[in-house]
């Protein structure tokens, strides 16, 4: 069934030469007898027309059927187009909802390699290709729609790139001595007092030497963007006058959003984004993509039929036994297939093309089990992995997985293959517990400190496998954690529906600000233990941006649709001395971390000794100064000390000599009450240098000559170095 008049076409002056089959996209180019023009080529295998609509300043659209095919492509080289025009597709086909068929060429369709975007989504039925107010709801879905949808979608935007990056040097931080810090292009700039207010909320922004003079001055080795190909809000949120902040919802995987350009959109944001990889990496910092491949923006069946869904429906979405519905691992509403060919070709193209042309040096997928996903659940050998395990651009780069989704099997936490680091939730859980005060003994703590030996050690994998994190753009910030008890997502409006419940948080007392002091001066304690946790454990930590600031969003835990203050940092809390230590404190953390091999392991621990008769590389000790047995892993306690040997790791440098470091030791106590830690003497130590103690605001480092115990305050951490004979380290010395 179809509703509503056909879509006129109009005239097309112009017919298209022949082109090229390859690339996909549109390439423009000039031919040997000087004409210049684009190359148009769309992969739409059971399509029965193709026509590339091509739409002028005025926004008058011209059609121009595509009549070559060739290996299930159409194409044609249209002469006059230049850079900046804009233009998408209209498909022509069956329309049988029922064997998952939904051709309708009235809705305007977004080229899948489109390399920018210009004009907004505007939530309007026309975008979709059913009946969406169809009387009869359980079968809208098969009514086509055949109002015009093009005053109502985004366009594609023809790229002229013939930039070698001849002139960029990439930093290759090793994976040991990353720093990850995710930000938000818009978040991190929109404040930002020392970049000029036209460039806040851009690229140009983040570029901008003040932002970058922040950035390096805190030390980090990589920004992990939010999304940044080009999203669109979901219906719902643009009929309660919100946008989607975050973006995980993306209609280009090839274009930069347009939303974070200050240059224009007519191809401008190409040029803004290489300008900002440029000037990261000539400060040493690597950029790592969040990339949202799982799904796209065009939803269920009621979603707006923007790309995918009217090129190849079933050739690029997860279709149910039925094929009228989709498969949904992913709670938007629909699940890319990528047990397809060309769709593992459309995302591994994509990614190739951020590395090589925008220069990119990783990439964090979100939910990356549902790209693992197979005909019988997630499979670690699922073609996908396959293809970027072997690519020789893709295997270079950073592969960062969140290794879930929500389908069944999908938690997959220490099961991606060699390649591939993972975001740790398991770390994430064991030290909010254990600074919370929940876990009955400090088993999982101990693992997690020494980087997961128990997740990752298979397979030929190392610890820095595991991101370590605390917080993520996704839950409370880090100064929410422990000043609230309860999600306090109102705002959203959801009725606080939304967002997890399980926050293992604790607000130290009173539900959000307070002017207790007690209150206040526990909750910055609780602060510096977390964020000093989370830089001196093995592996690599992932600092969610502004919590070394005490950024808050009001005890928000979703703030995905909250694009104001309740998300941007605000950087007028560095005014204030109490925020302006904890940066600090963060700042001199990553920075010891850097001097510091001991502290940032690239082989796991053995608890051996590593020359005969020699000290271990790791131990454990309980308050009275002996090491742990069995029994005392299962023992309720919640201090814990962990000696980390220098002089006895297993790591080379690069001319095969041993490496050796200062040793350290890291005192725990997540009780209420000071407690008295006997320090570990011979063979380990004879004395100690307090480098942190998060028990007061500032550490001043004191050198305690035959020191034999320390007393570590109520819910707090001490990190003492080794001094004398058995470290580098000489309190006299250089």
Same mark, same amino acid.
């Given at each position: ?9 109009r ?5 298209p ?37 091509v ?5 008058q /659209?011209?059609?121009?059927?595509l ?17 900046? +025009? ?5 498909? #022509? ?38 009946v ?17 949808s ?13 930039d ?33 207010? /036209? ?17 390096t001055?805190?030390?980090?080795t ?6 940044? #190909? $080009? ?16 973006g995980?919802?993306?209609?280009g ?11 224009? +959109? ?36 009621a ?8 090129i ?21 509403g629909?699940?890319?297939?990528t ?41 670690? #050998? ?7 395990? $072997?690519?020789?651009?893709l ?7 969140e290794?879930?989704d ?5 938690y997959q ?60 753009h ?74 070394e ?25 560095l005014? $204030? ?16 971390r ?56 297993s ?7 041993a ?25 380990w ?25 320390v ?24």
């Amino acid at each position: 069934m179809s509703r509503g008049a056909p879509v006129r076409a109009r005239p097309n002056p112009v017919t298209p030469w022949p082109g090229s089959w390859q690339p996909l996209g549109a390439r423009y180019r000039t031919d040997p007898d000087g004409t210049r023009g684009t190359n148009f080529a769309l992969w739409a295998p059971d399509a029965e027309a193709v026509e590339l609509c091509v739409f002028d300043d005025a926004g008058q /659209e011209s059609r121009h059927p595509l009549t070559e095919r060739t290996f299930q492509t159409w194409h044609g080289f249209l002469p006059g187009v230049l850079p900046g +025009t804009r233009y998408g597709y209209r498909v #022509h086909g069956r329309w049988d909802p029922w064997t998952g068929a939904r051709w309708n060429p009235a809705k305007l369709l977004l080229d899948p390699y489109a390399r920018a975007v210009d004009g907004d989504y505007t939530a309007d039925d026309a975008v979709c290709s059913s009946v969406r107010n169809w009387p009869e709801r359980d079968v809208a879905d098969t009514v086509r729609d055949n109002r015009d949808s093009a005053p109502y979608v985004p366009k594609a935007v023809v790229v002229h790139d013939d930039d070698d990056w001849y002139d960029d040097q990439r930093p290759k931080t090793p994976w040991a001595e990353t720093v990850i810090y995710e930000l938000h292009v818009k978040g991190f700039t929109m404040r930002h007092p020392g970049i000029p207010p /036209e460039l806040r909320g851009t690229y140009a922004g983040l570029a901008h030497p003040a932002a970058i003079e922040y950035l390096t001055g805190l030390g980090v080795t990589a920004v992990e963007l939010l999304p940044v #190909h $080009q999203y669109v809000s979901e219906d719902h949120l643009q009929q309660r006058g919100l946008t989607n902040y975050w973006g995980y919802n993306t209609l280009g995987f090839f274009a930069p959003h347009g939303g974070y350009s200050a240059s224009g +959109t007519r191809g401008q944001q190409v040029g803004e984004f290489k300008r900002m990889v440029r000037a990261l990496h000539a400060a040493g910092i690597e950029v790592i993509l969040d990339v949202v491949y799982n799904h796209t923006a065009e939803g269920g069946v009621a979603g707006p039929a923007l790309s995918l869904r009217g090129i190849d429906n079933g050739g690029y979405y997860r279709l149910d036994r039925s094929r009228r519905w989709y498969a949904d691992y992913t709670g938007c509403g629909n699940t890319l297939d990528t047990r397809q060919p060309h769709t593992v070709r459309l995302i591994t193209d994509s990614l190739r093309y951020w590395v090589t042309e925008m220069g990119v040096d990783g990439f964090r997928f979100d939910l990356a089990a549902a790209l693992a996903r197979g005909s019988d659940g997630v499979e670690m #050998h699922h073609p996908f992995l396959g293809a970027v395990s $072997q690519d020789p651009v893709l295997s270079r780069v950073k592969l960062i997985a969140e290794p879930w989704d929500i389908g069944a099997g999908g938690y997959q936490v220490g099961g991606f293959p060699p390649l591939w680091a993972e975001w740790n939730d398991k770390y994430r859980d064991a030290v909010r517990d254990f600074w919370r005060g929940a876990r009955p003994d400090v088993r999982e703590l101990g693992y997690r400190l020494s980087g997961s030996s128990d997740l990752y050690q298979r397979g030929g994998r190392r610890p820095y496998a595991s991101v370590n994190f605390v917080t993520a753009h996704d839950g409370f910030t880090l100064r929410d954690l422990v000043s609230y008890n309860d999600k306090h997502n109102e705002a959203n409006g959801e009725d606080n529906r939304d967002g997890t419940g399980d926050n293992r948080s604790w607000n130290c007392g009173a539900e959000g600000e307070t002017a207790d002091p007690a209150v206040r001066e526990l909750r910055h304690r609780q602060l510096r233990n977390l964020m000093t946790t989370l830089l001196l454990s093995t592996g690599v930590p992932m600092l969610t941006a502004g919590d070394e600031l005490g950024r808050t969003q009001g005890g928000n835990n979703n703030a995905y649709c909250q694009d104001d203050e309740t998300s941007w940092l605000d950087w007028s809390l560095l005014d $204030q001395p109490e925020w302006r230590e904890l940066s600090e404190l963060t700042a001199r953390l990553i920075r010891l971390r850097r001097e510091h091999p001991v502290l940032r392991q690239r082989a796991f621990f053995s608890g051996r000794a590593a020359v005969p008769g020699g000290e271990r590389d790791l131990a454990w000790f309980t308050t009275r100064g002996r090491e742990m047995t069995e029994s005392d892993w299962f023992t309720p306690t919640g201090v814990l000390g962990m000696l980390l040997s220098g002089t006895a790791m297993s790591e080379r440098d690069q001319h095969g000599h041993a490496l050796t470091d200062d040793s350290f030791l890291l005192l725990l106590n997540a009780g209420d009450q000071p407690t008295p830690f006997v320090l570990p003497g011979e063979p380990w130590a004879s004395d100690y240098e307090s480098v942190v103690d998060t028990g007061q605001a500032r550490t001043p480092p004191t050198w305690h000559p035959a020191l034999t115990s320390v007393t570590v305050r109520g819910r707090s951490a001490r990190l003492l170095r080794v001094t004398g004979d058995h470290g580098r380290f000489s309190p006299t010395g250089p």
